[in-house]
């Protein structure tokens, strides 16, 4: 391979970037060149049976018999729904015993819809946040979150869900413009704003760098500032904990992507919460939980990083350092999250990437504690083999209710179930996922895979039982990074769109993840990135050594992040794969941190204006790792021009280098809208999956 430095004439003078005109996103010679090439791939790729897969695909995604996922507030349980008829969405609530009967009634709150078409914006549903009521029953009071394209950027509108109605200002209502951002409730009267709005409130990483409290009626650059900091650190966030009995302002400084300092409103003044910047922390009631990502020596003990610790709130303020270890990692077990019921805690956990769940109290829960007051554990069994189980809190404010639990259960050819539950008490179904594909012809397996440094690899394959060796169309997805895990799941859409049609999907945990905790997202940082290409190679080698597959008819797919990985599956591993799929990608490391979010990036990268972390961020950089004389697989290349976080610039770039290079069978398509997910409703996103399934299936299984 051609060495990387030859990109330069020197080792620290830029790049030769011939494409930069492409960065300005909304330029019309810019989109006209877009419109070309989605033209130009739409015509290649949306022929044959491509309008029966897209709309097999639109099926599923519009299915009436989806599970509408609830959050409680009070006694109704709110959701939000997509389908044919409503692609923007409702917004809709319902009563419980409505929600489990077979047809279920819902009140629409708000038509997103015809919100859109009211106001001539093409509105995306970002969320809400609810006023606790002072009677803590008539949930009534929310702001709205809203997106004008899917972006990260949101407006925020107070709304009453009693009158189905937003509060317009000038009649005393909340009301924001669309910027990045939050915002939290800290009393009727009052929200706590931390917003990119305003003269000097974003930080380099683009994200708010203050933090206000905004009195009703208020204009927000008058308001208050009750923190700020520095621009060049990620971000600052505040938010408030209304819990009755509790209540308290806290604040965070997020200095890089993984490192924070928390704060609280502590005798009318900010009191650090005194933990290393790498300890994430979780306030509730009178507990305080850390989780460090490296280990950390508190009291004259070592607490491995990933582990799960506890204290007394207000006695860790005070200085114990009496610290109760809940979870401590092994090689095989990892902490993935907790969810606080009203007496228990809920651990979610893998082993070897299949879910545990353990049940945990502590000693002020009574009845369920050990005799010597520490924390007694049990294991919740709900947990199949290669199936992922997630659990979390109903309610846990609800007197009657409060130690009930979802699960949300899910594996490769298992639809999903949700199942309600309480603590001691057991739990039952209470609505399934429809099958969308005959999952009785196929087979899960997992396997382990040997990376170049002699790390064990793990990675799920789904196929035909009666797989027909070494010819299958294989598509081959994986992620790894920032501490994001891969894990079972569910898809009719990959069912219909690969797995009927004969292929094998295969999920790919490699480091950069979460899988293993921690120290394995650790492994693949900065100067490290190689060791994420060089596990999803070796699964990419095992899969051809296993004759599942070979080259010419094994891709790859990843997006973001993954998109990243997968530009470098095709500038260094080339001859291990016959098509790539690369969507809303990082691609071009040389500029990334001058482009959309990407400065927030750097703990994970490494920063390239700095010379000797351009030295290794320069061999993990498609776009400059690009040779003449390559024989390169097929490349399809997708993103979105609305997309604030990674930006459509760095797939842009890569596309017209690899168009003029002359390098064939490059495609091209960038949605007009959708943000970071590529798509705001799921037309645009039936597409999407279309397009990428049927260039895949072009290139792989002639």
Known sequence: MTDPAQTLTHAHREPVDENIWLEDVHGEAQLAWVREQNARTEELLEIGDYPELEAQILEVMDSQDRIPMVTKRGDWYYNFWRDAANPKGLWRRTRWDSYVSEST???????VD?????????????????LRPADGTSWRRCMVRLSPDGGDAVAVREYDVEDRAFIAPDAGGFALPAAKGGVDWFDEDTLIVSST???????TSSYPRIVRKLARGGALDEAEIIFEVPADHLMASGGFDDTPGYERLLASDRISFFDVRHSIWWNDEWLEIPVPTDVDIDVHREWILFRPQRDWEMGGAVHAGGSLLAANFEAFLGGSTDLTVLFAPDEHTALQSWSWTRNHLLVNLLRDVSSQIRVLTPPSAGGGSTDDGAWSSEELDACPPLHLVESYAVDDEDPDAGDDYWLVATGFLTPTTLLRGSIGGGHAEVKRAPSFFD???FAVSQHFAVSADGTRVPYFQVGPKDLERGSAPTQLSGYGGF???????YSGVVGRAWLERGGVYVVANIRGGG???????????KENRHRAYEDFAAVARDLIRREVTSPEHLGCTGGSNGGLLVGNMLVHYPQLFGAISCGVPLLDMRRYTKLSAGTSWIAEYGDPDVPEQWEYIRTFSPYHLLRDGVDYPDTFIWTATSDDRVGPVQARKMAARMEAMGIPNVWYHEALEGGHAGASDNRQAAALQARSAAFLWRSLGR
């Open 105 to 111: 009634e819902w009140e629409v709150l708000l038509d």
């Open 114 to 130: 015809a919100l859109a078409a009211e106001e001539g914006v093409e509105w995306v549903w970002g969320g809400a946040g609810f």
């Open 197 to 203: 709005l305003g003269e000097d409130a974003v930080t």
């Open 439 to 441: 999952e009785s012809r």
């Open 483 to 489: 501490e994001i895990s891969r894990t079972p799941a």
């Open 515 to 525: 899988e293993y905790g921690p120290a394995w997202h650790q492994a693949a940082l």
